[in-house]
């Protein structure tokens, strides 16, 4: 039953992320930024953190639909997202177990996960021509500004999410292991 919470969850971030430019006030619009919300990413980052086990994999798990799906709504180039979605979570889930959970290391992963994923989009993007920005170009007006809006997202999401992550892992994994 969690893990159809977690996918609702997911879903309505997924959702929320294609409306989410259009509130931004117009100074940034101005500016020629490109904020792009990888809101799924933070969410699947803190349930890698918080949720899952050493050895359970949920989060991974959801990444993967949730990629895919996000490349048929929003792009035209299927696989990226659900790709690069994975395994970032992935990555973060192995790092996890080499630090105490705790906001910091939340932040530093999210941060890392959300550089890693939106610099491999821009590769990715670059070597198909979607994208021709210069890498210069690229970290002033796209990279910065969506690494600094992921991290408002986190500070908004953090204090709503762990404790009820904490709660539902806990529930699954104390019910499995009976």
């Not at 990226?80 to 979605?85: A, L, Q």
């Not at 890392?112 to 994923?117: C, Q």
């Not at 991290?151 to 709660?167: A, E, G, T, V």
Request: aromatic share 20%; hydrophobic share 55%.
């Amino acid at each position: 039953m969690k893990l159809f919470y977690l996918s609702i969850i997911t879903l309505f971030l997924l959702v929320i992320e294609g409306v989410a430019t259009d509130f931004l006030p117009n100074y940034f619009v101005e500016k020629d930024w490109f904020i792009i919300p990888h809101w799924q990413l933070v969410f699947l980052i803190l349930v890698a953190i918080f949720y899952d086990q050493e050895d359970s994999y949920y989060s991974v798990y959801v990444a993967l639909p949730f990629g895919l799906i996000t490349d048929i709504v929003y792009t035209n180039i299927l696989g990226v997202h659900m790709f690069v979605y994975a395994m970032v979570v992935y990555a973060m889930h192995g790092l996890k177990k080499l630090l105490h959970t705790n906001f910091f290391v939340a932040v530093l992963l999210t941060l890392l996960g959300v550089a890693i994923s939106d610099i491999a989009f821009f590769i990715v993007y670059s070597f198909l021509g979607v994208s021709n920005l210069l890498w210069s170009e690229y970290f002033i007006i796209r990279f910065f500004p969506t690494l600094v809006a992921n991290l408002l997202f986190l500070l908004l999401c953090y204090p709503i999410m762990k404790n009820r992550l904490i709660k539902w892992s806990d529930d699954r994994f104390e019910n499995s292991s009976l």
